[in-house]
């Protein structure tokens, strides 16, 4: 009995203690099941803080588990049957689920009071891609995991509707256009913050692609393989080869040119906003000439690849996205 007691006493003292040096909770693990048509289910929940509810997912796409961060709206529950639109937030490489909330101000923003926010993890440089791995497919499996296994699972379990939109940065951009175009009817808008989208973009657009995988210590043949040899796979998940789909809905580019801008330090420079910059022009040429219903740019001229403009381009943006959700559906 005594020993009980201790053990109930040192429990409690704990938990205590825990609050007082401000410990995060530990992940709870779910009390109901929330599986999609695969397998793939949530293993763990973490209220993180107001509004942010982290999932930990079993994913049979990636052989793993993996996270996602939920930015839930206003009168949110797990519990509830209503549903709402959802804004896919995807990060650039070398970010993760996290770095929206930590990096901006996409949890204060009023407009987004109203929507549920879903920010996937997606690897270093995962791609959002499945990954070709020299003809033999297999994990990580990206694209499977955000838009089969993630999907039904924030739609069966957490209150996401089928009305969606999507944006991202820099590799997220790509993600984002390029999930768009591969999946037509998914997404109801798009749109890309000094995006790469135009992988095949010359010069200089599969090498970024190369040299970024290698980078982070990824075989960067694994991915779609040879650009020459294997420039099928490459165009297939390339939005400037996707544009023919791009072009039934609203679209979103921007970029800087590279130079130092407002946000930046005297004389700064970005060789990747540089390269973005002429991507996003070439997909905007490719847009207007086959007469896009919505395209709308902001090529705002001097600014680097940095935050603070992802930031405010979000919210230039958000009007064209919100608005695409309460229009009708653009048919596929």
Not at 58 to 85: F, Y
Not at 152 to 175: H, K, N, T
Not at 288 to 303: E, N
Request: proline share 7%; with cysteine; glycine share 10%.
């Amino acid at each position: 009995m005594l020993a009980r007691r201790w053990s109930a006493f040192l429990a409690a003292l704990a938990v205590v203690a825990a609050v007082l040096v401000g410990a995060a909770p530990a992940a709870a693990v779910p009390d109901r099941a929330v599986v999609a048509g695969d397998g793939a289910r949530v293993v763990a929940e973490h209220q993180v803080a107001d509004r942010q509810l982290d999932l930990t997912i079993s994913s049979p796409a990636l052989g793993t588990t993996a996270p996602v961060r939920l930015l839930t709206p206003d009168g949110w529950s797990a519990a509830s049957h209503r549903h709402w639109p959802t804004l896919w937030l995807l990060h650039g490489c070398c970010g993760d689920y996290t770095s929206w909330t930590a990096l901006t101000d996409v949890a204060s923003i009023p407009a987004l009071r109203h929507v549920l926010v879903v920010m996937p993890e997606a690897g270093v440089t995962g791609w959002y891609s499945n990954w070709w791995n020299h003809g033999a497919g297999g994990a990580p499996a990206w694209e499977t995991f955000h838009l089969g296994e993630v999907r039904q699972i924030v739609e069966r379990g957490y209150g996401a509707s089928s009305d969606r939109v999507i944006a991202g940065l820099s590799m997220g951009g790509f993600g984002a256009l390029s999930y768009t175009g591969r999946h037509p009817g998914m997404f109801r808008a798009a749109a890309s913050y000094s995006g790469v989208v135009d992988p095949l973009y010359s010069p200089g657009g599969p090498e970024n692609v190369l040299q970024i995988s290698a980078g982070q210590g990824a075989d960067p043949l694994a991915l779609w393989g040879d650009p020459v040899a294997q420039r099928d796979i490459w165009a297939a998940h390339d939005p400037y080869y996707l544009a023919k789909v791009l072009r039934r809905i609203p679209v979103f580019l921007s970029s800087g040119d590279g130079t130092a801008g407002p946000y930046d330090k005297p004389g700064a420079t970005s060789a990747y906003e540089t390269l973005f910059d002429a991507e996003g022009h070439h997909l905007a040429a490719r847009l207007t000439a086959l007469h896009a219903r919505h395209l709308v740019t902001d090529f705002y001229g001097p600014g680097t690849h940095s935050w603070p403009y992802w930031q405010r381009e979000l919210h230039r943006s958000l009007p064209m996205l919100l608005g695409a959700l309460h229009r009708p559906a653009v048919a596929a």
